[in-house]
């Protein structure tokens, strides 16, 4: 053993070992299908949107109400773009579930690009696929790996919706013996409670159908706050529902537990044998398993909450053309994220002898502690007057 090795304690080895092993084993699954990563709703259907959009809390009628999308300019009622997220979420965790690696995962990043809007009664087909699996960011002075998986969204025709790459970041934690997060949940002062409550009471109304010209806009303008929280468990159910993924119970968990020795542990609460480490995320009693003194949020539950920002700013008229996300710290129970965004450019882009008019949005969102827990960028293609913006877009590469 070297001098340096012998600065290191030894589990920290032995998990970097573990992730090294993960990493060789994720690999020989690049370019496969991520069977890992179930499938949601196939049909963007009035009720899929529905619970999509209440787990938002978005009040859009473009996306709620059949006669207000009929009277708009779609001519339909449309689900919001992040929909693609109840179809298939591009968080495949690679060979996570082969065998107990140690390993807590956590989408950290996804980007969204889309060519068409999602119409009501759109049937859905998607494609995942693991893109890459690579060592990740250095995390307590330990190792951790990456696996960046691909999702295509496609109608029945063929035609391409859109596409989303994600990152799941996986970190080497013992589990019921450390903390990943080392604050316990938030309580809220008087005065603290008073300004949310003020907060929530006047946040601006959505844009809707009042079109936003691209003349209106100027670099440096600031996009009215969104605040969502604080986080209730309720919260993190409705989106489990949300993501419209099938749920096994009972019996049947137990014979998919049987098969999955990389999700199986005891619950620390029950002491059951045969429990899904995932669900510590949803589970009060037994989050303190996965280090968490709270269950936390999903993270693709807030990628829909920086598209309703930019949807709720950009009107019924634009098109969301691009959705960057890093989540660099977990929204857990009792927090309150706030979402605000500046106008960084504006630029004309030409596809296929279309014009669009582009404004490129920076997005950040923090908690109750002003930690950012969501750091970003959008790029909306808005009308300019007499100029709708032409959908679906071509699929070739642009020019600006």
């Known amino acids: 053993m070297t001098d340096v090795q012998q600065l290191i304690p030894q589990e920290h080895i032995q998990q970097a070992d573990l992730v090294a092993e993960f990493i060789q084993a994720s690999r020989r699954l690049i370019g496969f ?12 259907d009035w009720i899929s949107i529905h619970r999509f959009v ?61 060519w068409d809007h999602i119409r009501l009664a759109d049937r859905i087909r998607s494609d995942l696929r693991i893109t890459n699996v690579d060592w990740g ?34 970190y080497p934690i013992q589990r019921g013996k450390e903390r990943f997060i080392d604050r316990e949940i938030y309580s809220y002062s ?57 749920v096994k119970l009972g019996n049947l968990i137990h014979k998919d537990l049987l098969q999955r020795s990389g999700m199986t542990r005891t619950n620390p609460a029950t002491n059951w044998p045969f429990w899904d480490s995932q669900q510590a995320r949803e589970d009060l009693h037994s989050c303190s398993d996965a280090g968490f003194p ?6 693709a539950m807030r990628v829909a909450l920086a598209g309703q920002l930019i949807t ?6 634009a098109f969301l053309r691009r959705l960057s996300v890093d989540l660099p710290q977990p929204f857990i129970y009792g927090d309150t994220l706030t979402l605000t965004g500046k106008v960084r450019d504006m630029f004309m882009q030409t596809m296929a002898g279309y014009r669009y008019n582009a404004v490129e949005i920076e ?16 790029l909306v293609f808005l009308p300019r007057y007499g100029e709708p913006v032409h959908v679906p877009l071509p699929i070739l590469s642009a020019t600006h």
């Open 312 to 317: 709720h700013w950009m009107s019924d008229d």
């Open 190 to 246: 008087q005065a603290e409670i008073q300004d949310l409550m003020e907060k929530l009471d006047n946040e601006p109304p959505r844009r809707g159908s009042i079109p936003r010209y691209w003349e209106e806009v100027s670099i440096g303008e600031r996009l009215p706050t969104l605040i969502k929280g604080p986080l209730t468990l309720s919260d993190l159910i409705t989106w489990v529902v949300a993501e419209s993924k099938p």
């Open 137 to 170: 960011p250095s995390w307590r002075n330990r190792s951790t790996a990456q696996v960046i998986s691909e999702a295509g969204y496609f109608r029945e025709n063929n035609s391409s919706i859109g596409q989303a790459h994600g990152t799941v970041t996986l």
């Open 294 to 299: 709270a269950p936390y949020g999903r993270g």
């Open 33 to 44: 299908w991520a069977d890992d990563v179930a499938r949601g709703t196939s049909t963007a």
């Open 363 to 378: 997005i950040i969102g923090y908690n109750q502690m002003d930690e950012v827990i969501l750091e970003g960028s959008a």
């Open 54 to 114: 209440e787990a938002t809390g978005d009040e859009n009628p473009l996306y709620l109400d059949a006669y207000y999308g009929a009277g708009s300019a779609h001519g339909t009622m449309l689900a919001p773009p992040t929909f693609v997220l109840a179809v298939h979420v591009p968080e495949s965790t690679g060979a996570f579930e082969e065998k107990p690696y140690g390993l807590l995962s956590f989408l950290t990043s996804m980007d969204l690009t889309w």
